[in-house]
Nanobody, 124 residues
Framework: QVQLVESGGGLVQAGDSLRLSCIAS????????MGWFRQAPGKEREFAAG????????YYADSMKGRFTISRDNAKNTMYLQMSSLKPEDTAVYYC????WGSGARGPSGYQYWGQGTQVTVSS
C-alpha cells in the first residue's frame, strides 16, 4: 500500500521559514517524480514545486521561485520543501504527490498518489 506522509507544517509569522517533509512508503521512490501542491480555502489545488526522479530537475510556480526549494533524498524515500520569506498568501494545506516516471512538472491530474496534507498558516 502506497503511503505519502507530510509533516512540518505549522503556524508561523510572515517572513519566517518552514521545512516540509514527505516520507513515501510502498513504492520504489526513485522511480517517481514528486511534487508539492497547495490548496487554500475556497481555491483550487495548485502546483507549488516539482522534482524529477533523480532530483536533477526542479520546477516552481512563479510565485514561489526564489523563496521555496524542493529537494529529495532517494536513500531515505523523502522529499522536502524548504520555504522561506513566507507570506500570509502562502497559507494553505500542502500536499505531496508522486508521479510514476513523470517529469515533476505535471499538473495535479498527472499524479497517481497523494498524501493527506499538512497545514501551513502564515500570520501577518
Amino acid at each position: 500500500q502506497v503511503q505519502l506522509v507530510e509533516s512540518g507544517g505549522g503556524l508561523v509569522q510572515a517572513g519566517d521559514s518552514l521545512r516540509l517533509s514527505c516520507i513515501a512508503s510502498g513504492l520504489t521512490f526513485r522511480y517517481y517524480a514528486m511534487g508539492w501542491f497547495r490548496q487554500a480555502p475556497g481555491k483550487e489545488r495548485e502546483f507549488a514545486a516539482g522534482i524529477s526522479t533523480s532530483g536533477s530537475n526542479t520546477y516552481y510556480a512563479d510565485s514561489m521561485k526564489g523563496r521555496f526549494t524542493i529537494s529529495r533524498d532517494n536513500a531515505k524515500n523523502t522529499m522536502y520543501l524548504q520555504m522561506s520569506s513566507l507570506k500570509p498568501e502562502d497559507t494553505a494545506v500542502y500536499y505531496c504527490a508522486a508521479d510514476h516516471w513523470g517529469s515533476g512538472a505535471r499538473g495535479p491530474s498527472g499524479y497517481q498518489y497523494w498524501g493527506q496534507g499538512t497545514q501551513v498558516t502564515v500570520s501577518s
